[in-house]
């Protein structure tokens, strides 16, 4: 039987819900779901969508798939319909990628915990590239030179590289050089880039300038994106896939499409409705977008102060809702107290401070670095009232419910580092 584990954010998640079960207190770092209520238009529009019982193209509806087109089109990447296709989140479009793509995959180190399971299950092997020190959610390009001709050395076949931009490990964004560099050694050795954009409308600043592999190399970029991060909708399951013009994107669009016949058929119905509606933009949902953002970069900084006061090297956070601190500044104090490596640096946070945080050897860092994610979207309050407040606030941080979590974290590092 294979041994497949289930995605270690999940699995930390269940372990600080069954610890929350029996009573203890928890400041829960580790999971990076976004605590905000559900925006009512879009709850209009999913409950307008529940008569729509038929199931329609696999690809989605032609209307679903126009709004997508219009959205990257306006993000300087024209886009026909037929180059869209949407599924039941990002993550199996993704899969999908692995399975009809040949070759082995590059991601960068730390990334997103999916990405090398994810090659795994589809027979191929991870290389793990380590990040540059700008930015996360890229391949330093030196390096990723290097790890293709090792690769090849040992008669692999990388053929994939996946870029998250902004990154969701590191809060960070790759800058338009830094995604030229990657676009061209993806041209110099024939990989497809996968960028990854499902965080893009949650850039903090909405000057800051993110260019998409796919304005560089068009003919060679898939882009995946949904509105699970962006708009709160994790469990409503949107996600879509935009492929290049063109003979091999178009192969590659078909496969993928082939494979979505054979497994979830295509989105529901109600679930397209709201796509379509979120996809084109209308004025609240851009009002709605720029609100989430600032709150995002609000306590994404708020936590970034904590981890830089407590003695780590850290990113600032530019996009996203995490941050992604560097310990080793103290490592000679945390020997003292039994921490050595990423894996007892989460497990002290978490036993004797009560702070969940995901370990970075469990985004593919290495085992003795101490680093981990520690995601600041769930610091926004447990009902929704609390969480519209924090939405409203200029100044979220400042709110009670908010500040009293702040200040127990910055205490737990305070005893942890001190
Ligand atoms: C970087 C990144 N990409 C993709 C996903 C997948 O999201 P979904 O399948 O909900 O679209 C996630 C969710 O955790 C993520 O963090």
Known sequence: MADWRVSPSLALDELVVERLALGESIVHLGFGEVR????????????????????????????LREAVAGYFARRRVPTGADQIVAGPGSKPLLLALNLVVRGDVIVPKPAWNTYAPQAELAGKKAFRVPIPAQAGGVPDPGALRDTIIAARALGRDPRIVILTLPD???GTLASPELVR???????????????????????HDPRTRLTSPAELAPARTVVTTGLSKNLALGGWRIGVARFPDGVWGRRIRDGVIAFASEVWSTVAEPMQRVAEYAFAEPP????RLADSA?????????????????GAVCRPPVGAFAVYPDFSP?????????????????????DEHGIGVLAGHLLGDDEDALRFKASTSTLYGDTAELQRQALDSADPARLPHVSDLLTRIGEAFGKVCG
């Open 36 to 63: 905000l209520p559900a925006f009512e238009p879009l709850v209009e529009r999913l409950v307008a969508g529940a008569y729509r019982t038929a199931a329609g193209p696999v690809a989605g509806g032609p209307a």
């Open 168 to 170: 969701d490990s590191t």
């Open 181 to 203: 560099e990657i676009c061209v050694i993806a041209e110099q050795e024939d990989l497809l880039i996968v960028s990854d954009e499902i965080h893009r409308d949650v850039l």
């Open 284 to 287: 609240e949902i851009r009002g």
């Open 294 to 310: 600032r709150l995002h970069g609000s306590i994404a900084r708020a936590v970034h102060r904590i981890m830089v006061d407590a």
């Open 330 to 350: 103290v490592r000679e104090r945390l020997a003292g107290r039994g921490v050595t490596d990423s894996a007892s640096l989460s497990r002290q946070l978490l």
